[in-house]
Structures are given as structure tokens and as C-alpha cells.
């Protein structure tokens, strides 16, 4: 009795899925393991030392010329701006950080304006966005 011979085959596709697993299995775990390999430092004690993982990220932005905005909406005059953050602080349980995006033509004042506003609130998380420069 003769059986008909069958021609190996050799099937890629199970051992392609295996290595594409085993290369997204990898570069997981090194991914956690290179931001575990830091400097291990304790940190030192304060008693006025503030929790800031509970803050919500706000953009006002300044223009050179025209309304304010915030989180993308137009913004009038800085009692709109007051008001706006204080919608915001009263929405939420999470102290704001607002971020500062102003055009580079926007005058001084405006900037020291937005950021009496943020004074008057209470608003201590403030970072003022700049592009980095190539020199």
C-alpha cells in the first residue's frame, strides 16, 4: 500500500505571530525597566511641601491683539478670563495649573495682566510656554 507522499510545508504565518508577540513583549518590558534604571533618591522632608498630582492643565492663551482664550475659547476682557478660571476651579476637585501660551508680540503688560488674574484666584501652578531655539 502505497500513500501518497505530502510536500512539507513550512508555515510562516504562526511563526511570524509568535515574533511580532515576542518583540512587543520585549520592548514593553524594557521600556519599565529603563525608566526603573534612575537614581534611587529619597527625597528630603518638608512640612510645606504641596501634592501636585492632582492638577488639571489649563491654557490661556495670550495674543498679541484681540481676546484671550481659554482651553480654546474666546475670552473678552480679563473679568472673562476671571470668570472663566473660576467656572473651572468650581468644576473641578483638582487644583489648576494653567500653562501660558503667548504670542511673542504680546506686550508685557497683557502677560502681567493674565498673571494678576491667576494671582487673585489663588492659581500658584503657572508655566509660560516658549518655543526651543536652535542655537
Same mark, same amino acid.
Given at each position: 500500500?502505497?500513500?501518497?507522499?505530502k510536500?512539507?510545508q513550512?508555515?510562516?504565518?504562526p511563526? &511570524?505571530? $509568535?515574533?511580532?508577540?515576542?518583540?512587543?513583549? +520585549?520592548?514593553l518590558?524594557?521600556?519599565? @525597566?529603563?525608566?526603573?534604571? =534612575? %537614581?534611587?533618591?529619597?527625597?528630603?522632608?518638608?512640612?510645606?511641601?504641596?501634592?501636585?498630582?492632582?492638577l488639571?492643565? &489649563?491654557? $490661556?492663551?495670550?495674543?498679541?491683539?484681540?481676546? +484671550?482664550?481659554v482651553?480654546?475659547?474666546? @475670552?473678552?476682557s480679563?473679568? =472673562? %478670563?476671571?470668570?472663566?478660571?473660576?467656572?473651572?476651579?468650581?468644576?473641578?476637585?483638582?487644583?489648576?495649573?494653567v500653562?501660558?501660551?503667548?504670542?511673542q508680540?504680546?506686550?508685557?503688560?497683557r502677560?502681567?495682566?493674565?498673571?494678576? @488674574?491667576?494671582?487673585?484666584? =489663588?492659581?500658584?501652578?503657572?508655566?509660560?510656554?516658549a518655543?526651543?531655539?536652535?542655537?
Amino acid at each position: 500500500m502505497n500513500h501518497p507522499s505530502k510536500k512539507l510545508q513550512i508555515e510562516l504565518i504562526p511563526m &511570524v505571530d $509568535v515574533m511580532m508577540f515576542l518583540l512587543v513583549f +520585549f520592548v514593553l518590558i524594557s521600556i519599565n @525597566v529603563i525608566s526603573a534604571m =534612575g %537614581l534611587k533618591t529619597q527625597l528630603p522632608v518638608s512640612s510645606v511641601a504641596k501634592d501636585n498630582k492632582n492638577l488639571k492643565r &489649563v491654557v $490661556v492663551t495670550v495674543p498679541a491683539n484681540g481676546n +484671550f482664550e481659554v482651553d480654546g475659547k474666546d @475670552v473678552n476682557s480679563l473679568d =472673562g %478670563l476671571m470668570t472663566s478660571l473660576q467656572e473651572l476651579q468650581s468644576s473641578t476637585p483638582d487644583k489648576l495649573s494653567v500653562v501660558i501660551n503667548g504670542d511673542q508680540s504680546a506686550s508685557l503688560q497683557r502677560l502681567v495682566d493674565v498673571m494678576g @488674574v491667576l494671582k487673585k484666584l =489663588g492659581i500658584d501652578a503657572m508655566t509660560i510656554s516658549a518655543k526651543k531655539s536652535n542655537g
